[in-house]
């Protein structure tokens, strides 16, 4: 299994642009999260879907952020605009079910830099 | 409500001695416990869980971790450190009813020769 796929790796844009981050779960996995890393305030979960339906979004900062998951095999978090507030490490992660002792595989990450 | 707190933002040992990081957790009900480690621009990868079985998990890469009910803590062993120890580990709690994971805010293993 290849695990879960994020793209890009890393990204650098200017403030106010539109960026879009990418999720490919591990197949099979009828969960899926987002989470965002910064220095200060650790990992935060954004958001986390169930069967392609949002369940919990009380951690998107903002009306900035939003996230869709079309299909079982894909995910987006876009902002727009971005700030530079925005700068962090973004991760996705799935699980095979929504049960607390389910783990959560992460990805590599998306290195986002907002100038 | 929960927290998670780990006790040590960093933890330097000698390669060959014992590990120790840290954790206690904050939780109206018993929570499912996990270990993750995160390498350098890499993501998170889970070294061992707790949901409700034996109290000693053991994980991968000789790590291990003991679920203390009444110290609230979930402490991360391992007998000899290696040099690829190196990184960073989360304690990370979870209702058992549900996927909400909160995070410790994270200990640097230092593994020097």
């Known amino acids: 299994d290849a695990g879960v796929i994020q793209s890009p790796r890393h990204e650098v844009t200017e403030m106010g642009q539109e960026v879009t981050l990418r999720c490919k779960p591990i197949s099979g996995h009828n969960s899926l999260f987002w989470y965002r890393q910064t220095m200060m305030r650790g990992l935060e979960l954004l958001i986390y879907f169930n069967n392609n339906v949002p369940i919990d979004d009380s951690g998107m900062p903002e009306d900035r952020f939003s996230a869709k998951m079309p299909n079982a095999s894909f995910s987006t978090l876009k902002i727009q605009p971005s700030e530079p507030r925005d700068s962090a490490v973004y991760f996705c992660?799935?699980?095979?079910?929504?049960?607390?002792?389910?783990?959560?595989?992460f990805g590599p990450g998306t290195r986002l830099t907002v100038l | 409500a929960q927290s998670v707190t780990q006790l040590d933002s960093h933890v330097s040992v000698s390669e060959g001695t014992p590990v120790l990081l840290r954790c206690n957790y904050s939780s109206s009900y018993s929570p499912s416990l996990f270990w993750y480690v995160q390498h350098p621009n890499k993501g998170l990868q889970l070294l061992l869980k707790?949901?409700?079985?034996?109290?000693l998990v053991k994980g991968i890469n000789g790590f291990e971790a003991e679920f203390k009910k009444s110290e609230t803590s979930f402490h991360l062993t391992k007998p000899s450190a290696h040099m690829s120890d190196a990184a960073e580990y989360f304690c990370?709690?979870?209702?058992?009813?549900?996927?909400?994971?909160?995070f410790g805010k994270g200990t640097m293993l230092l593994v020097s020769p």
């Open positions: 992660a799935s699980s095979a079910g929504t049960s607390g002792v389910d783990t959560q595989y």
């Open positions: 990370v709690a979870s209702p058992k009813e549900y996927s909400t994971l909160t």
């Open positions: 707790y949901t409700s079985a034996a109290t």
